[in-house]
């Protein structure tokens, strides 16, 4: 069975994420102060694209607090994002005919994929509901091509935050390749909720979707 090839809008959202579950630190205890400084600074580098930087940042504050929760979905949602580039270079270079680097930075696609997980995990052994760790689970096992933990993932995330738009949406694109009906019911409930697919211009989602169709190997 092929794979998704996913050129993710979804590193936006993950930000806003991370940006507005920061706690703030009250400065009174100075290891407390350093955290939270390299946590805004992971959020600014977030904001700014700057994944290296962020992945940086989080993981001093991780440093200064090994429970900072935050922290570690902010790493996540940085080696997503990394991994997500070195994915679309592999691409690009398996497309040019390069096997020799596409392998390479399929690799370091998978490194930065595993990293992701781990600290998804670790987020959510913090936070049980911790509804965008599960986003980020979800993403990771499309890129990988794992179906069912794909479905698992985002069926988690909209059972802990029913608003998540495109949850639905890639819990849809997942049952429209595997040729679930359950498909169109997702991708409606995304549109309702003002999901916008970003290779589909400025149409909205219930515009376009149809009955779904299996995907013949």
Sequence with gaps: MRRFFWAV?????????????????????????????????GAAA??????????????????????????????????????QE??????????NGDTENGAAEAAKADERFKKALEDCAKTLELDPKRADA??????????????????????????????????YHRRGEIYDFIGNPDATVDLKKAAELGYRDPDGGDKNASETVEEPQTVKE
């Design 9 to 41: 809008g979804t590193t936006a959202a993950l930000t806003v994420a991370c940006c507005g579950g920061c706690d703030k630190g009250n400065g009174e205890n100075p290891q407390t102060a350093v955290g939270q400084a390299t946590l805004d600074a």
């Design 46 to 83: 977030l904001d700014a694209g700057e994944w290296t930087r962020a992945f940086d940042a989080f993981s001093d504050a991780i440093a200064a607090d090994p429970n900072a929760v935050d922290a570690y979905y902010g790493r996540a949602a940085a080696s997503l994002a990394l991994a």
């Design 86 to 95: 070195r994915y679309r270079l592999a691409q690009a270079a398996a497309t």
């Design 134 to 167: 599960y986003f980020i689970r979800g993403v990771v096992a499309q890129y990988q091509g794992d179906w069912n933990a794909g479905i698992e993932a985002f069926t988690k995330c909209v059972e802990l935050d029913a608003t998540n738009a495109e949850a």
